[in-house]
């Protein structure tokens, strides 16, 4: 399946905090940049980060399976195993969860793993992985 790249800018109050973290902690290679802003390639979608202090990034939580997630929050689909690589990467880099990784609708349709962290700047993420991913949708 072939889809649109995204574009997305977010803000961060610490450059040099956002390049340790989407550079050297995700593994992002960085782009264009300025004083003010750094583009990143996030798996082939444009992610920039903009220094913006003081700004709020979260409005709130939802409640999702006994969870509070944060809204809002973007992240990637992955595939399992590059899933539990980067969980890994982040618990071997002491980056604390927001919600732990863990498995979703097991043997069900859109069986899923999830997680959710914030960057430096609180910037909340979700990574997830389908066992399916023709099941991105299903019900």
């Known amino acids: 399946m072939t889809r649109p790249g995204f574009h997305l800018a977010i803000p ?11 550079g050297d902690v995700l593994g992002l290679e960085e782009g264009r940049s300025s004083t003010q802003w750094v583009d990143w390639d996030f798996h082939g979608h444009q992610l920039v980060t903009h220094v913006v202090p003081g700004a709020p990034p979260e409005a709130g939580r939802n ?10 929050h973007f992240g990637l689909i992955l ?3 590059a899933f539990h690589v980067l ?5 071997g880099a002491d980056i604390p969860f927001v919600i732990e990784p863990y498995q979703r609708f097991a043997g069900e349709p859109g069986e899923q793993w999830t997680m959710f962290l914030h960057d430096p700047a609180g910037n909340a993420l979700e990574f997830k992985a389908f066992r399916d991913e023709s099941q991105l949708f299903a019900k």
């Not at 961060?12 to 989407?22: C, E, G, H, I, T």
């Not at 409640?63 to 809002?72: F, I, K, N, Q």
């Not at 969980?87 to 618990?91: E, I, K, V």
């Open 12 to 22: 961060v109050d610490d450059l040099a905090a956002s390049r340790a973290f989407y």
């Open 63 to 72: 409640p999702v399976d006994g969870h509070d997630v944060p809204v809002p």
């Open 79 to 81: 595939s399992v195993d």
């Open 87 to 91: 969980a890994d990467r982040l618990r």
